[in-house]
């Protein structure tokens, strides 16, 4: 990978020798290129360069505020799903302007500091929501901008678990009863009609359903603009997939022309909610071998990384790509690739190839820039792991391993104990 280059068989972070941060910070860790990030952000701005787009990352991927600047300093916006992130996201120095808000079920307090910032778009998922945001817009004398999330009923060809764009999924408002909740919404103090939202799913490695749901998108809006709606934006979600095991992927370019073809006769300023693909593969777990054990029928490697640090792997099934670190005249060896955590699950790989690795080696596991350190638990009382971002020959530790004090202090034994 380019921003993860070997030299002499030794992995590289952009210009920093891996093993070279290892000395710094204690395994394991999560290492993002910076350039990594910038030159996926270039690729989608180059992408959607002749059409109206609004870039807002969608920040629950990787909400670290060295990232966030990263992508503040480009000019992105934020697709947030908490008061959590659109502090994190404001804290960066995003604009609220440039804030979307979708979020399953947004709760008052959520909604009252959203208002209160002037946020660009509420992503409104049911009419249940419309009506409190209603009431908390009337009462705060502001005015929500809206758009629904339509869930337009197609296959995202992805994971089940990552999948939200079926009728069957918790998400939105079906495309049925969408002219319904828009004339609700024309009704309603506080709320201003401005768009359509859909977002169908994540990791996706198709065209295909992209092309579908837009379409679909590109009708609605058309008809709600015949009953009388005020619809200028279109916002199309996330979910373009990145290339876990060296996958053929369509390129941002493809999926800009995509977005032309089926949405730009509108003249919609086009919102998109891109994570993984900004950050997925400019980011990597970087562990050490603990022990390597021979078991019954297998060699285990087993790290100091776990399923609380990186649970993609137990969650999903998902596959990384895992390397040694180096590689100097090292032979390739099947190896389960495992965690300490007391679980079965805590399994990163089944019969991987490897190069072959001792004890105190360091492996890196790749493509975890996205849903990696956002993802993780203290299970087992184990610390949250550090984070760190390269810049050419820079490095810098951008979140540190709390302390175990730190860790065991934030429970409180009751007085009468
Ligand atoms: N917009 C909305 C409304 C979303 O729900 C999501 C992701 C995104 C944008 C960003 O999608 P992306 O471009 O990253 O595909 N934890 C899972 C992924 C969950 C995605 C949830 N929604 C994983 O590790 O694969």
């Known amino acids: 990978e380019k921003f993860f280059p070997y030299q002499n068989d030794h992995m590289f972070a952009e210009q920093v020798a891996i093993s070279e941060l290892a000395q710094q910070v204690a395994t394991p860790f999560y290492c993002y290129s910076q350039s990594a990030i910038e030159a996926s952000y270039l690729d989608y701005q180059t992408a959607f360069a002749q059409q109206d787009a609004l870039i807002c990352y969608a920040v629950k991927a990787n909400g670290n505020q060295a990232v966030l600047t990263t992508l503040a300093k480009l000019g992105s916006g934020a697709d947030v799903v908490s008061v959590g992130e659109i502090k994190r996201a404001l804290s960066a120095g995003i604009p609220a302007e440039k804030i979307v808000y979708s979020g399953v079920a947004k709760a008052e307090?959520?909604?009252?500091?959203?208002?209160?910032?002037?946020?660009?778009?509420?992503?409104?998922?049911?009419?249940?929501?419309l009506e409190l945001l209603s009431q908390v817009a009337s009462r705060l004398n502001k005015e929500a901008a809206i758009a629904f999330r339509i869930n337009p009923d197609v296959c995202a060809q992805t994971h089940a678990k990552i999948s939200t764009g079926k009728a069957e999924n918790k998400f939105g408002v079906p495309l049925s009863k969408a002219h319904i909740a828009y004339n609700r919404a024309a009704e309603l103090p506080g709320i201003k009609i401005q768009g359509v939202d859909v977002h169908i799913g994540s990791q996706l490695t198709q065209l295909a359903p992209f092309s579908e749901a837009f379409t679909r998108i590109a009708s609605l809006v058309e008809q709600l603009r015949q009953a009388g709606h005020n619809i200028n934006v279109v916002d199309i979600g996330g979910g373009l997939g990145i290339d876990y095991q060296g996958e053929d992927l369509p390129s941002k370019q493809a999926y800009a022309d995509i977005?032309?073809?089926?949405?730009?006769?509108?003249?919609?300023?086009?919102?998109?909610?891109?994570?993984?693909?900004?950050?997925?593969?400019?980011?990597?777990?970087?562990?050490?071998?603990?022990?390597?054990?021979?078991?019954?029928?297998?060699?285990?490697?087993?790290?100091?990384?776990?399923?609380?640090?990186?649970?993609?792997?137990?969650?999903?099934?998902?596959?990384?790509?895992?390397?040694?670190?180096?590689?100097?005249?090292?032979?390739?060896?099947?190896?389960?690739?495992?965690?300490?955590?007391?679980?079965?699950?805590?399994?990163?790989?089944?019969?991987?190839?490897?190069?072959?690795?001792?004890?105190?080696?360091?492996?890196?596991?790749?493509?975890?820039?996205?849903?990696?350190?956002?993802?993780?638990?203290?299970?087992?009382?184990?610390?949250?792991?550090?984070?760190?971002?390269?810049?050419?020959?820079?490095?810098?530790?951008?979140?540190?391993?709390?302390?175990?004090?730190?860790?065991?202090?934030?429970?409180?034994?009751?007085?009468?104990?």
């Not at 959520?110 to 049911?126: D, H, R, T, W």
């Not at 080696?361 to 993802?375: K, N, R, T, W």
């Not at 390269?390 to 409180?412: G, L, T």
């Open 259 to 417: 977005v032309e073809q089926t949405l730009g006769h509108l003249d919609c300023k086009i919102v998109i909610e891109p994570g993984r693909s900004l950050l997925g593969n400019a980011g990597i777990l970087v562990s050490s071998v603990v022990y390597v054990k021979t078991g019954e029928e297998r060699q285990f490697l087993m790290l100091d990384a776990g399923m609380n640090d990186l649970l993609r792997p137990s969650l999903y099934d998902a596959y990384h790509d895992i390397q040694a670190v180096n590689r100097v005249d090292k032979p390739l060896k099947p190896y389960d690739v495992v965690g300490p955590v007391c679980e079965t699950g805590d399994t990163f790989a089944k019969t991987r190839q490897v190069h072959q690795s001792k004890s105190g080696d360091l492996i890196a596991i790749m493509s975890c820039g996205a849903y990696g350190a956002v993802m993780a638990s203290n299970y087992n009382a184990r610390l949250s792991i550090a984070e760190v971002m390269v810049k050419d020959d820079n490095f810098a530790v951008i979140k540190k391993r709390p302390s175990y004090e730190e860790m065991i202090n934030q429970d409180i034994v009751p007085s009468w104990l």
């Open 109 to 129: 307090h959520e909604m009252e500091f959203a208002l209160k910032q002037g946020i660009f778009q509420f992503n409104v998922e049911s009419e249940p929501e």
